[in-house]
């Protein structure tokens, strides 16, 4: 079976008796759209959409680029590209770029952050991924302007066949990350003695173990454990919060 695929294509009537129609290229990729809608309690209502234009000419074959935007809770935007590469060392490499704001719970402030960042991924088979993650971040937090760079690794187990309706099936992710402070002066601090002292480095760590066991019928017990770490004390900004849907709730 032979397959001619030119693309997004139009056909228009030329009026020639000799050449009756002819084909015109499309410049422009209608966009795929998916909304975001979501509750969270104590960070409210978050509503936007995802616009992602698959297989972009300039990128090749399995690729995407997409554009988060969203308001509410969560205020972004954003603009992430992926792109696949068969038989290579990486197969999975991601990067992007994005602008957001989000309320800190624990200290009722506004976190606001610029971030940039590249990832490569390797799946070795369907159900283990290894991959790496480089990029900078700038934060505006309680008044204070400050940034980072990151640099980390990341290990994933997941037997799931359905990560929504998992059932007989395991999940495991750790991760080992390194951040670098190279602040100036601080801008506008609240408080100069708070953030004396997040100048160097700081390594965390991040486990995250999930399993499913189905009982009877339709019913499934789901354990999770989590655990988050740091080898110094970090910015009020990157310190885990408990609460939320991750941590504090069932159902």
């Known amino acids: 079976v032979i397959i001619v695929d030119e693309g997004p294509v139009k056909i228009v009537m030329t009026g020639d008796a000799d050449s009756p129609s002819r084909v015109l290229r499309k410049t422009f990729q209608i966009p795929l759209i998916l909304p ?31 554009f988060p935007v969203s308001w509410g809770g969560t205020k972004q935007a954003g603009a992430n590209i992926e792109k696949r590469i068969e038989g290579g060392v990486i197969d999975r490499v991601t990067a992007g ?14 976190d606001d952050r610029a971030r940039l960042f590249v990832r490569g991924e390797h799946e070795f088979t369907r159900v283990l991924r290894l991959g790496a993650t480089a990029g900078w971040q700038r934060a505006v937090f309680e008044g204070t302007a400050d940034q980072f760079t990151q640099v980390g ?6 037997t799931r066949v359905d990560p929504i309706l998992a059932r007989n099936a395991v999940y495991a992710r750790a991760e080992w990350e390194h951040l670098s402070f190279g602040n100036g002066p601080l801008a506008h601090p609240t ?7 997040y100048q ?9 173990t999930r399993g ?40």
């Open 36 to 66: 975001i809608l979501g509750y969270e309690d104590g960070y409210g209502l978050t509503y936007g959409a995802r616009f992602t234009f698959a297989d972009p000419r300039w990128m090749g074959k399995r690729s995407r680029i997409t």
């Open 97 to 110: 770029a994005s602008i957001s704001r989000q309320k800190n719970l624990s200290y009722d402030a506004n």
């Open 153 to 158: 690794g990341d290990v994933v187990l997941d």
């Open 191 to 197: 408080d100069p003695n708070q953030y004396a002292g």
């Open 200 to 208: 160097g480095s700081a390594n965390r760590t991040a486990f995250d």
């Open 212 to 251: 499913y066991l189905g009982i009877f019928g339709q019913t499934v017990l789901e354990g999770r454990v989590q655990r988050q770490d740091s080898d110094r004390p970090l910015p009020p900004y990157l310190r885990p919060e408990l609460g939320g849907i991750s941590t504090l709730r069932g159902f």
